[in-house]
């Protein structure tokens, strides 16, 4: 099995999921990515460096379009090479628990 990861872009000496740290719904939004993609690597089997490089790679594919179409296609894509069966709502429900667990990381309140 193979799933190719996409190199990091750089902003500023920064990825942009360490630009999209900071406060707020970017920051929010970044760390629930980071979750998702643990959870997923997790899953796929990725340890170390490449589970981090998942993570971060996951969080890059979030912007691509608005919304969360393109990051739930790559979890469905990436868990199903894997043999993993996920529907869309799951994917779409571990995305809103992490996004929970992310605002309770940050104190943040929507």
């Given at each position: 099995?193979?799933?190719?990861?996409?190199?990091?872009?750089?902003?500023?000496?920064?990825?942009?999921?360490?630009?999209?740290?900071?406060?707020?719904?970017?920051?929010?939004?970044?760390?629930?990515?980071?979750?998702?993609?643990?959870w997923?690597?997790?899953?796929?089997?990725?340890?170390?460096?490449?589970?981090?490089?998942?993570?971060?790679?996951?969080?890059?594919?979030?912007?691509?379009?608005?919304?969360?179409?393109?990051?739930?296609?790559?979890?469905?894509?990436?868990?199903?090479?894997?043999?993993?069966t996920?529907?869309?709502?799951?994917?779409?429900a571990?995305?809103?628990?992490?996004?929970?667990?992310a605002?309770?990381?940050?104190?943040?309140?929507?």
């Open positions: 099995m193979t799933i190719v990861t996409g190199d990091s872009k750089k902003t500023g000496g920064r990825s942009n999921a360490e630009h999209h740290d900071g406060e707020g719904l970017d920051g929010i939004r970044a760390r629930r990515n980071l979750l998702a993609g643990y997923a690597g997790s899953l796929i089997g990725f340890v170390g460096d490449d589970l981090g490089r998942y993570a971060r790679d996951l969080h890059e594919v979030d912007h691509a379009v608005a919304g969360d179409s393109d990051v739930v296609a790559r979890l469905s894509r990436d868990l199903s090479l894997a043999g993993h996920f529907s869309k709502a799951d994917i779409e571990a995305l809103r628990r992490f996004h929970v667990q605002l309770k990381d940050t104190g943040c309140t929507e």
